[in-house]
């Protein structure tokens, strides 16, 4: 029998949850699922529970279950909510004790360690309650809420009649720990409907006979940027009187004595009072929740019971008369507050303020697109493979692309733009119903109600992104503020995948409420659609002599760094790799003035706006870290590490993965070691197509050359997602053939 079972729960779509969102999120059950098998208390089972067999959290959960012996998945019934999924997994413990942990939550380092000594030190207690962080995803101290309630405990273990303040009923599943026997000698299961952990923690502590805690964070509880789906308004709002008179009939039951009754009903109606002067939550029926409180606190207020004094008081007292007009009217005199609206959004120039106000108050044209890609460095990337299928599909709507004022020259013929910062850029954006970026748009820029705003993304996240950034000081200092950030995440509809990893670390990284598009990425649709004569064409375009091996070198960018170094000798590397080698020198964006680096046989193509075309003229990729490399991999052409710094880079900028377990092709580490793949044939080996196919496996998964239509037909034809074109399987698909180029042996 192991020590602990750990219940991880995962909710079905749709289902009641206590947190916003009906999942838990690949990104973040992954987090939790290793947060609990890296413990040094190693003698647990591992149950995460799935109310949709299948679901891309059912599928996370069996993948762990795959690589660990101790992870056995559950499925619960599609249709259980919270508390049926939670009791599903009681139903397979089998350890002594149990624990919960959401599937967004972390248990901390050392967590179990310190529940087994302190469960020893206190033997026979049935429930252990812990202190746990409370903390925001982006910004903001944790806080420890359950540590003042936890501070006046006795030391050992002890009756709950010696802590009566201890009611259980503000203190949640996943901050203690239960003793299975108990739970299943009294017949405790969580209770049905919304609130339940408020009944579960009611109902443990009335039937348990002796109580600890431990003076110590165990678990760190991650705030969901939407707030809790309970705080939203609704009928289910009502089933906090459901829990409230199911945990105080089971009081009366058991024969709780009056010092433990008070605190129980304080406690409990001090939540209900919270809900009752909160009218919005309660569109419909809130004259029908506080009448039905008034007879549940009639009927089990404690004999001799003292209402608190102060305001608090007074609104104990409304409710015990029923005065419900009154309770309204003294609720309004301390609510009634105008939000004003956000400040007008940052153009500089006051005319220009004015000018912007004026057009966010006209009508939303129908048929205006606005397209922008990185920051209006230029027509590029997602927004512009895009912006061309919208033109062949969707030719009804007019799209502008948005450049900043050096880059208007470099437009195509025939595509309308506007010049970021002038009167015209602030009027298509205040009146465009679709808004298309691979970054974002500018901090005053107002989302309107019925716009829709797509973020495309520009890459696949090996390296840490958004708020998971924030631990890495020296990225989190260019950065900025994170809940400005988190600000623009908020103007998101629709966020586009190219793999299912990245729509699990888009989970982590920008916690939102968009909806996922796993739909690839439009710009590589060229990967599978360009011939032999455009290979042709662009390699005659960027200068590659004709017979040549031309690799591309595509290093990424180095937060530790100022500048850009290449970090490579690359002359000495032609040299080296043989004589029919060319080197494409294609700097990190970040470093693109528009002048060449290359001499010799080394060209610079960083100032070519389409990376793509340099993609299809290259034979072969050499990168370091960045993600070219995932979308290159849709060429099925021959790809090297070269990770001369991994380990700084990882400390310091943050990964997701550990590349180095999973290349995409061989891993070179000095210099001369790159070179001799190259001389001697091996980078284009049997051992590099198998690393290759792996990696295509994993992270070319939604790139099939459809990607384009498929995102114009859903958010500018507003097509349903059963009538999208599904992805073609990998195996299915043809990339782009590449240039005849002999490959030394």
């Known amino acids: 029998m192991p020590r602990f079972s750990i219940i991880v729960p995962s909710h079905a779509d749709g289902a009641p949850s206590a947190r916003a969102g009906s999942r838990a999120g690949e990104g973040r059950l992954s987090q939790a699922l290793d947060s609990v098998l890296a413990q040094s208390f190693a003698d647990l089972e591992l149950i995460p529970v799935c109310a949709v067999p299948g679901s891309p959290d059912a599928a996370v959960a069996a993948a762990y279950a795959g690589r660990d012996a101790r992870v056995t998945p559950v499925d619960a019934p599609a249709s259980a909510g919270p508390g049926g999924v939670r009791n599903a997994g009681v139903r397979a413990a089998g350890g002594a004790y149990v624990l919960f942990l959401d599937g967004g939550d972390l248990l901390l380092p050392g967590a179990l360690a310190a529940l087994d000594a302190r469960l020893a030190e206190t033997a026979g207690a049935d429930v252990l309650y812990a202190e746990h962080e409370r903390t925001p995803w982006w910004e903001g101290e944790p806080t420890n809420p359950v540590a003042p309630l936890l501070a006046g405990a006795p030391k050992g273990a002890f009756a709950p009649g010696d802590a009566p303040e201890l009611t259980g009923v503000g203190i949640p599943a996943w901050s203690a720990v239960y003793r299975r026997s108990f739970l299943t000698d ?3 299961d969580f209770p049905d409907g919304h609130f339940t952990e408020l009944g579960w923690g009611g109902l443990t502590t009335i039937a348990a006979t002796r109580i600890a805690v431990l003076r110590q964070a165990v678990v760190r509880h991650r705030l969901r940027r939407q707030g809790s789906r309970l705080n939203l308004p ?7 009187l459901d829990q409230v008179e199911l945990v105080l009939t089971r009081a009366a039951e058991h024969g709780l004595p009056a010092e433990r009754t008070r605190p129980l009903f304080e406690q409990l109606f001090a939540r209900v009072l919270r809900t009752a002067s909160r009218p919005e939550r309660l569109p419909c ?6 009448r039905r409180a008034g ?34 009217a003294l609720r309004g005199a301390n609510q009634t507050a105008v939000r004003a609206a956000e400040g007008l959004p940052r153009p500089h120039m006051l005319r220009t303020r004015l000018r912007y106000a004026r057009d966010l108050r006209r009508p939303l044209d129908p048929e205006l697109a606005v397209y922008c890609a990185y920051w209006g460095r230029g027509y590029a990337c997602n927004p512009a493979a895009i912006h061309a299928k919208a033109r062949e599909l969707a030719p009804h709507i007019r799209s502008v692309f948005l450049v900043e004022a050096g880059q208007a020259a470099a437009v195509p013929p025939g595509v309308e733009h506007a010049v970021i910062g002038s009167r015209r850029y602030w009027e298509v954006l205040a009146r465009a119903t679709y808004l298309v970026n691979n970054a974002n748009f500018a901090e005053g820029v107002v989302k309107r ?12 996240p090996l390296k840490t992104m958004g708020v998971d950034q924030s631990t890495y000081p020296v990225v989190a200092a260019r950065t900025g503020s994170f809940a400005k950030l988190l600000g623009r995440v908020d103007r998101w509809d629709f966020n586009l995948s190219s793999n299912r990893h990245s729509t699990q670390m888009w989970e982590r990284a920008f916690p939102g409420s968009y909806e996922h598009l796993e739909y690839g990425y439009p710009r590589n649709d060229v990967y599978y659609t360009a011939t032999a004569d455009d290979v042709a064409r662009v390699r005659r375009d960027l200068g590659v002599p004709e017979g040549s091996r031309a690799v591309l070198y595509a290093p990424t960018h180095r937060d530790h760094h100022t500048g850009f ?9 032609c040299e080296a790799a043989g004589q029919d080698v060319v080197v494409l ?18 060209i610079d193509v960083t100032a070519h706006r389409c990376a793509e075309d340099v993609c299809l003229a290259a034979d072969a990729l050499v990168t370091d870290y960045s993600s070219i490399m995932f979308d290159y991999a849709n060429l099925d052409r021959p790809i090297v590490v070269y990770a001369d710094d991994w380990e700084v880079y990882r400390e310091t900028r943050g990964v997701y993965f550990d590349l180095m377990a999973g290349p995409p092709g061989p891993v070179a580490r000095t210099p001369d070691e790159l070179a001799r793949v190259f001389a001697d044939g091996s980078y284009a080996g049997a051992g590099s197509a198998a690393l290759r196919a792996a990696f295509r496996e994993r992270f070319c998964q939604f790139d ?23 992805v073609v399987p990998l195996a299915e698909r043809v990339p782009a053939p590449a240039a005849a180029t002999p490959v030394r042996s």
């Open 186 to 188: 009294n017949g405790l």
């Open 585 to 602: 020198l294609r700097a990190h964006y970040f470093y693109d003035r528009g002048r060449a680096r290359g001499s010799g046989r080394v």
């Open 234 to 240: 609704g009928a289910h709002q009502h089933a906090l």
């Open 295 to 328: 007879r549940l606190y009639r009927r089990h207020r404690p004999a001799g019971y003292q209402a608190p004094g102060g305001s608090l008081g007074v609104q104990h007292r409304l409710l015990a008369t029923g005065a419900y007009t009154a309770f309204r």
């Open 285 to 290: 029926g809130h004259r029908a929740f506080f």
């Open 565 to 573: 170094e290449t970090g490579l000798d690359l002359e000495a590397f």
């Open 449 to 460: 109600p019925g716009s829709v705003h797509l973020q495309t993304q520009h890459g696949t």
């Open 704 to 726: 099939d050359g459809r990607a384009a239509e498929r995102v114009v037909r859903r958010v500018l034809l507003g097509e349903p997602p059963e009538a999208i074109p599904p």
